[in-house]
């Protein structure tokens, strides 16, 4: 059995690892989301390094909008807008370069909902 929770711990570390780098790109790519990304790190890491969760927890940038949505459930208002105003501006770039409506129909029926969620979700405890 030992066997098995070791590799099992190193799968959840590298899906630690690879949800962590494909979070800090989103970091820089304003249409690739972050947070999403750094908590199914932080869920893994703390199935595999006690160290890397704290590490990511207690980061300065990274651990507050982790910590807000696995205490209350929240997305700051910073974080709406920015992923309200992406979702519109992806959107209207869409339309400008021409995509058929199709997949303009998918693509707001998809942003929608998304947008739906993260809009109903509180701000977090301070408001």
Do not use: C, D, Y
Not at 71 to 100: C, D, Q, W, Y
């Amino acid at each position: 059995m030992h066997k098995v929770e070791a590799e099992l711990r190193w799968l959840w570390l590298t899906l630690g690892l690879v949800f962590l780098g494909i979070g800090l790109v989103g970091v820089v790519l304003p249409v690739l989301p972050t947070t999403p990304f750094l908590l199914i790190a932080t869920a893994a890491f703390a199935k595999s390094s006690p160290r890397l969760h704290a590490w990511l927890l207690a980061h300065p940038t990274l651990g507050p909008p982790i910590r807000s949505w696995q205490e209350h459930g929240a997305i700051s208002r910073n974080a709406k807008r920015l992923a309200t105003g992406t979702m519109a501006a992806t959107f209207a770039v869409s339309a400008l370069v021409g995509l058929p409506w199709q997949a303009l129909l998918g693509q707001a029926l998809l942003m929608g909902i998304g947008a739906a969620f993260i809009l109903t979700r509180p701000a977090g405890p301070k408001g």
